[in-house]
């Protein structure tokens, strides 16, 4: 990439010394090489941004995303998908085994590791526990972890077996592994497709009810506890499972979480047009849920946000409730929802920057002299517009899709190369 220099932005790092501060930042060959008041550059190759108003911080990492390759690449491929992330502000993403096959063996986590060598995200496998998913067989975690995964996940599925699960959580301890637990108990959710509660009622649907998830996080924090590991629970719902999160944080379990972003601000009465796009595993709950989990986040109870981009075609979605796959794609629209739901920007560069990368044990990236750009620009005020000619991803499936949104990613820079939203 070619010389910058970013003025008269405002760097958002916690810890940083120069957290808080207005700075021009002078990048050269990927690197940053000066941090100051006043930069001035006599060279007129260098390019010259106007940061004013603007936030600068470690680019964006998303704990959840799902790209569909190897197998399912007419959802998205990961072409498409770090297109989409790039646009969304993440430098880098870790994506889920939802896949066919699932990322279960070396062979498969070799292969989105190299085919992702070299862009400007950086994007982490994350092996499946089971084999193929189904819950009955572990799979080669080690054989995963050696070769470049980075957790283990059985993706949308949850690990039903108690003892499956209980022997995943003691074998990854064993190589420093982590367990991602999707919390769902298949017998309490019954196969529906909404939120339980006055809304399901009124509509006729069947619920699933916020005790399937909760009954699951219990069990999971029951056996971390048991094997000492540690866990991380993805895409919770519920105020109930975060105060049993809550306690077991309390009591020293080595327990994390995250939330996706559309729940902290769509409900269970969006469901009432019966519009597919907010058709979302787990289901979206009550406005008492949401505002349950967006003061967990803010307490830091929850740890991180992350996008569930979950891209569908059109043939998946543009049918009955009741039929449609789950999902909403999500890397684009984080940073817009976050701002809609209340976060301030220190709040957003935890959640979106810091944490997800402590999860992981990923260094994060500083921004000091010497240190490699890893970096977005983002204004919170700015608007735009998420339509056809913005989205950048293969699928549509987001109730967003068309509306003006407030919350803007300018840029980001990573691997010496910089990617700018028009």
């Known amino acids: 990439m070619k010389s910058l220099l970013i003025t008269a932005v405002k760097v ?12 021009d930042v002078l990048i050269e060959k990927g690197k940053i090489m000066q941090i100051a008041n006043s930069i001035k550059v006599a060279d007129k190759n260098v390019e010259t941004i106007d940061g004013t108003g603007k936030i600068l911080s470690p680019g964006f990492f998303d704990l959840h995303a799902n790209f569909g390759e190897p197998g399912l690449e007419t959802k998205e491929d990961l072409v498409t998908g770090t297109a989409a992330a790039a646009a969304g502000g993440f430098t880098g993403v870790a994506v889920m085994p939802n896949t066919q096959p699932a ?40 054989d995963m972890r050696q070769n470049g995964a ?18 995943a959580l003691l074998y990854a301890k064993g190589f420093g592994g982590l367990i991602f637990s999707h919390a769902e108990d298949e017998s309490m959710a019954g196969g529906n497709k909404m939120n339980e509660g006055a809304m399901s009622t009124y509509l006729g649907m069947k619920g699933i009810p916020n005790l399937a998830e ?30 049993l999160i809550k306690k077991a944080k309390a009591k020293g379990l080595r327990v994390t979480c995250d939330v996706a972003a559309h729940q902290l601000v769509f409900t269970d009465e969006d469901v009432a047009g019966f519009d597919s796009n907010y058709k979302v595993s787990p289901p979206l709950r009550t406005k008492t849920d949401a505002k349950a989990l967006i003061k967990a986040l803010k307490d ?40 809609r739901a209340g976060l301030n920007e220190e709040q957003i560069v935890n959640c979106l920057a810091v944490r997800p990368r402590q999860i992981l044990g990923i260094e994060v990236p500083q921004i000091q002299v010497g240190a490699l750009a890893n970096l977005v620009l983002f204004d919170l ?15 549509k499936n987001s109730p967003l899709f068309g509306q003006t949104l407030q919350g803007a990613v300018e840029m980001i820079i990573n691997n010496n190369q910089l990617t700018k939203n028009d």
């Open 12 to 23: 958002i790092l916690p810890g940083n010394e120069f957290h808080q501060q207005v700075v």
């Open 103 to 142: 990322i279960q063996s070396r062979a498969e986590v070799a292969l989105v590791v190299n085919t992702a060598k070299g862009n400007i995200v950086d994007v982490h496998p994350i092996g499946a526990i089971s084999k193929n998913r189904e819950g009955k067989e572990l799979a080669e975690l080690y």
């Open 150 to 167: 980075v957790a283990f996940s059985d993706g949308n599925k949850s690990v039903q077996q108690a003892g499956l699960m209980s022997r």
């Open 214 to 243: 909760s009954l699951m996080v219990s069990r999971d924090l029951y056996l971390a506890e048991y094997t000492d590991a540690p866990i991380h629970f993805a895409s919770i719902s519920t105020p109930e499972a975060v105060d």
């Open 300 to 339: 830091g109870i929850i740890d991180a946000v992350v996008s569930q981009h979950t891209p569908q075609e059109v043939e998946f979605k543009n049918v009955e409730f009741h039929i449609a796959k789950n999902g909403i794609i999500g890397l684009q629209t984080v940073l817009p929802l976050l701002v």
């Open 381 to 395: 005020t700015k608007s735009w517009t998420f339509d056809e000619k913005s989205n950048k991803s293969k699928s």
